[in-house]
């Protein structure tokens, strides 16, 4: 008699809740399903989130939520100045509806505005209750928007980190192009935060949902983004002949890493996107550059994409680095 074993023993692809909550975040989703493949690959939906009470777009994602006022009621208390999720049940219901499927869930934020940050806490609150593995990925406000949104985001990025299992956030003080001395126009800047969010989605959840010669899983992200830690991003990109070295060095050096002593970092998720002329050189280039860097007991995994848009036909098309690095729980140092 012949024995069949089936040893693929849960087939279906991991389901990704990628969830934009208020304005910025409505608006980085909207930027990643006009310029990315994200919203086609297998396993991912787009979802946004709006408050009745603040200012919101047009989304395009599939599933749009509105949420009452009384899940982003203001709260002050001495110790924060900061939205604290409500109770409101429908809401609560109808979240739960949208997300219970999903293997990981990653909330978008730009923080800053109290009411919308509160949806963000709202929506991480239910995933939490419902045991999903939830990132979230904020930026923090420029210094020309104010005192009171930074001290928000300050506040909210603490009580976003107590409600999920790591955060990733992005300071847009950091994403300012020095070369250009101020003078670089608003909407520039603003478009670099939605590039710099999206590029942070892309690598863990791109490695898992795109085919590719590495095989990265959702428990390789789960293992690095994972135990109520911050985690640092930077990115690089190269072009030509030296693309790789490019690539990394404008990583490491970016200001985004600035306060992250990489040697610190428990976790570190190495991404790459590349056309299809990505040499195993350039590889262990990108990977000894970093190794360097870091302790020798961090756990690093790496992956790689291969996106034909980065195609050049007469060179070495562009090659994108992008680092994730989870380290220590948030401290007064790293408060926005």
Not at 16 to 43: D, P, Y
Not at 106 to 114: Q, Y
Not at 116 to 144: M, N, R
Not at 193 to 209: H, Y
Request: glycine share 8%; charged share 25%.
């Amino acid at each position: 008699m012949i024995m069949k074993y089936d040893f693929n023993l849960d087939s279906r692809c991991p389901v990704f809740k990628i969830i934009g909550v208020g304005k910025g975040g409505i608006s980085t989703v909207n930027h990643l399903i006009a310029t990315t493949k994200m919203s086609s690959l297998e396993g991912v939906e787009f979802i946004t989130v709006s408050t009745v009470t603040s200012e919101t777009l047009p989304s395009n994602a599939k599933t749009h939520i509105l949420l009452e006022e009384q899940s982003t009621g203001w709260v002050e208390t001495p110790e924060k100045n900061i939205s604290e999720p409500g109770l409101c049940e429908n809401d609560r219901r109808v979240i739960s509806e949208n997300i219970r499927n999903a293997d990981m869930v990653v909330i978008i934020n730009t923080l800053g505005c109290a009411i919308t940050t509160a949806g963000a806490l709202f929506v991480a609150e239910v995933a939490k209750e419902l045991e999903i593995f939830t990132v979230g990925l904020v930026s923090s406000p420029f210094a020309f928007e104010g005192r009171s949104r930074v001290k928000n985001a300050a506040a909210g990025a603490i009580a976003l980190e107590q409600r999920t299992d790591s955060i990733i956030v992005i300071h847009n003080d950091k994403l300012i192009d020095q070369a250009l001395m101020g003078k670089e126009p608003v909407s520039e800047a603003y478009r670099r935060v939605e590039e710099a969010l999206g590029l942070a989605l892309k690598g863990p959840i791109g490695l898992v949902a795109t085919p590719s010669l590495i095989c990265i899983d959702i428990f390789d992200v789960k293992t690095i983004l994972s135990g109520g830690t911050q985690a640092s991003f930077s990115f690089g990109v190269g072009r030509g002949d030296n693309r790789a070295e490019e690539a990394v060095q404008m990583a490491l050096t970016s200001q985004l890493l600035d306060g992250c002593d990489l040697k610190e970092c428990k976790g570190i998720l190495i991404s790459i996107f590349c056309d299809r002329r990505l040499e195993t050189a350039e590889i262990n280039s990108i990977c000894d550059l970093i190794q360097k860097e870091v302790s020798d007991d961090a756990n690093i995994i790496y992956g790689h994409v291969i996106d034909d848009q980065l195609e050049n036909e007469t060179e070495k098309g562009l090659l994108k680095v992008t680092i994730i690095a989870s380290r220590r729980s948030l401290t007064d140092e790293d408060k926005i």
